[in-house]
């Protein structure tokens, strides 16, 4: 395969790279204008840009891009620097572009209701692929959910069975019922997702973290959690509250480093008095869902 379908690949495996292109060249040096070079998230390589020492460094900054996700550009010049003197050179300057290649961001989105339904719309409309799932036929529905990826009508049980989020996967909890709720974070802390939220107000999710450690579950593993849901913009309605979970969710993804008004329990827990000081501290993001339960 020649390096375009290598890097659908990887995209398709939920696998991260980076591409090495070279945008400016002044003088002779040992390859030609726009050569690329692919570089695998396991240290493999597609392409070359020409070899020797330039090639080395470059394998390095595009280690480096994978992680930070942000594209840098490398500026060499071959007839000063004598590290590039090896005799595989030509002389001359050349500027290379690395840019990440990332997998396609997946949002896991439990919960079918009034929040789900908002959030699938805003989130598809930011870039995500939504898979929702709700164990309620007549609620999980690609009519229901045209914006979604994929839609599955699955008890919740089943669908952590099945489904394995990676680094490149958002897992949203908005179902309609405390105790799917728990189930479901339960699972998730133990997943690789890059983001977890979890809908409620934060006497709930102090509730549900303490139980949770109660059987035995480590606290660091709520470090990725999100809950109360959303960035704190005063939502109150369904659509309000989707725009605040899908700012957090881009803020996540872009690596944000604003100081923003997260509304997480989790992330101030160190700050937050005992449970018993919260019950009547409510998120703006407690649950709309009334639905009764169908089984």
């Known amino acids: 395969m020649d390096i375009y379908e290598q890097i659908v690949q990887l995209r398709r495996e939920g696998r991260r790279g980076a591409v090495a292109t070279i945008v400016n060249v002044r003088g002779s040096i040992p390859s030609f204008r726009t050569a690329k070079m692919l570089v695998r998230d396991d240290g493999s390589i597609v392409g070359t840009i020409g070899g020797g020492c330039v090639e080395a460094d470059v394998w390095q900054a595009a280690r480096e891009v994978m992680e930070s996700e942000k594209p840098r550009t490398l500026s060499f010049d071959l007839n000063q620097d004598p590290k590039y003197d090896t005799g595989l050179v030509c002389g001359g300057t050349l500027e290379v572009f690395v840019e990440p290649i990332l997998p396609q961001a997946l949002l896991y989105l439990f919960g079918a209701g009034h929040v789900a339904l908002s959030v699938c719309q805003t989130a598809s409309n ?16 690609k009519e229901r959910f045209p914006a979604a990826h994929e839609v599955h009508a699955f008890d919740f049980d089943e669908a952590m069975r099945r489904f394995e989020p990676t680094e490149a996967s958002y897992i949203v909890i908005v179902t309609r019922g405390h105790r799917d709720d728990m189930r479901i974070l339960r699972w998730a802390v133990q997943t690789r997702a890059r983001y977890i939220g979890m809908i409620g107000s934060k006497r709930k999710v102090i509730g549900i973290f303490k139980t949770l450690q109660q059987e035995g579950m480590a ?4 470090d990725r959690v999100h809950a109360p849901i959303g960035i704190d913009i005063g939502a109150v309605t369904p659509e309000e509250i989707a725009v605040a979970i899908t700012a957090e969710l881009i803020a996540v993804r872009r690596h944000s480093e604003a100081k923003l008004p997260h509304m997480s329990w989790f992330k101030n ?7 018993e000081n919260t019950s009547d501290v409510h998120s703006c993001c407690e649950e709309h869902e009334e639905e009764p339960h169908h089984s």
């Open 219 to 222: 606290a660091h593993l709520f």
């Open 269 to 275: 827990r160190e700050s937050e008095p005992p449970a």
């Open 126 to 141: 930011a870039g995500f692929d939504v898979t929702v799932i709700d164990d309620r036929s007549s609620y999980a529905t």
